[in-house]
């Protein structure tokens, strides 16, 4: 059990359009998701924490409005990148928790995003 | 806030051989190490995890030890095999109590097992 889906794996667009990114729990409720970013042979860096039905926590430096996370349901959470620039070419990494004190992340597949 | 350092940075061993990975953690409140491993283009994946109340814990080839004192944990893995090889991230979350906390992560440790 605990299989998280990310959807797309890989993904090209240009400069200024916004690209939604899906992260779905397939066999168990998430309570709470996670947004990762992880740059090339570097460590995952935590971008925000969202429970479901409520706003997401945002780490320090990350713009809120840049990258609008949405958990409406136990099962999906989904990031958007509005108005994608090259910068924000990266790896972005869900995971997923059933919540509760220290329950494990069960990680998605990752997004390679390029924006060309 | 917490911080995690990872040591060796990059490890290769002979297939058989075994590998340790250590890691240090700075908030004596952490309370759950979990350890996860990274293939090519792909996500984390949690092999082995350990709470603070235990001091460790084993599952076949893969076993975790926590020294709460000295504020470290490592990863041992014996007879090592090419499908081992991988990136490996330690990790450690800060008690805060009440909903699941968030992980700091290690820099990771490009494991290689020469066949």
């Known amino acids: 059990g605990a299989v998280v889906s990310q959807h797309p794996s890989w993904v090209i667009c240009k400069s200024g359009t916004s690209v939604k990114i899906e992260c779905r729990s397939l066999?168990?409720?998430?309570?709470?998701m996670f947004w990762y970013r992880q740059f090339p042979k570097q460590s995952l860096m935590l971008m925000a924490t969202?429970?479901?039905?409520?706003?997401?926590?945002?780490e320090q430096g990350v713009e809120k409005d840049k990258f609008l996370i949405n958990h409406a349901s136990l099962t999906l959470s989904t990031l958007t990148v509005t108005s994608a620039h090259p910068e924000d070419s990266s790896f972005y990494i869900c995971?997923?928790?059933?919540?509760?004190?220290?329950?494990?992340?069960?990680f998605g597949d990752g997004t390679r995003l390029s924006i060309l | 806030g917490e911080n995690v350092e990872q040591h060796p940075s990059t490890l290769s061993v002979q297939e058989g051989d075994s590998a340790v990975i250590k890691c240090t953690y700075s908030?004596?409140?952490?309370?759950?190490f979990p350890w996860y491993k990274q293939e090519l283009g792909k996500g984390p994946q949690l092999i082995i995890d350990?709470?603070?109340?235990?001091g460790e814990k084993k599952d076949q080839r893969i076993a975790v030890t926590l020294n709460k004192t000295a504020k470290h944990f490592s990863l041992h893995i014996t007879e090592t095999q090419p499908e081992d090889s991988a990136v490996y991230f330690c990790?450690?979350?800060?008690?805060?109590?009440?909903?699941?906390?968030?992980?700091?992560f290690g820099t990771g440790t490009l494991l290689a097992v020469q066949p």
């Open positions: 995971s997923a928790s059933r919540g509760g004190g220290n329950q494990p992340q069960h």
């Open positions: 066999d168990f409720q998430a309570t709470t």
């Open positions: 969202s429970n479901e039905g409520s706003k997401a926590t945002y």
């Open positions: 908030d004596s409140a952490s309370n759950y």
């Open positions: 350990i709470r603070s109340n235990v």
């Open positions: 990790a450690a979350s800060p008690a805060h109590g009440g909903a699941t906390n968030k992980l700091i």
